[in-house]
């Protein structure tokens, strides 16, 4: 689809990094980031951030979120989302015993790096089907050109 921001050095580094995240995920050690763009698990909402020569693209998946109630703003090269997860059961029911509640309901917020030819003036954002797409275009002058041999 596109190309993510988020990929690993390549490399005798990178094949590092990979073995070091399998490990990681077999001993269920996967508990913190492994790079300065990635969130720890449970994180709300999960996001895939990536690019194309035209725009960068970022996908929240927020199922069950009103979009009127979720706010995303666009300053200096950081986008930054944020609102609330509603409780899906009413707490204080003295009627329900709980034993495992793993969906986390509270405020969030979600910062995300941008690269620095982004377009603040070129931001679209669209919700359908619990996935919050933004698309934020570059500007014309990083845009690669082709050039005529004469």
């Not at 988020?6 to 399998?22: I, P, T, W």
């Not at 300065?36 to 194309?52: E, K, Y």
């Not at 204080?92 to 941008?114: M, P």
Request: aromatic letters at 6%; hydrophobic letters at 35%; proline letters at 9%.
């Amino acid at each position: 689809m596109y190309p993510s921001l988020q990929s690993h050095a390549s490399g005798v580094f990178g094949d590092f990094e990979r073995l070091r995240r399998e490990l990681d995920d077999v001993f269920g050690l996967g508990t913190s980031p492994t790079s300065i763009r990635s969130a720890g698990p449970g994180a709300f909402p999960a996001l895939n951030v990536g690019h194309t020569p035209a725009s960068v693209e970022v996908y929240a998946f927020a199922p069950g979120i009103d979009p009127d109630k979720v706010e995303v703003t666009l300053d200096r090269g950081v986008l930054t989302l944020a609102g609330e997860r509603p409780p899906t059961a009413p707490d204080g029911n003295d009627k329900v015993s709980v034993y495992a509640r793993e969906r986390l309901s509270g405020r969030f917020k979600r910062a995300v790096s941008l690269p620095d030819d982004v377009d603040p003036e070129r931001v679209q954002a669209r919700y359908q089907d619990g996935v919050l797409h933004i698309s934020i275009g570059r500007r014309e002058a990083a845009q690669p050109k082709r050039i005529t041999i004469q």
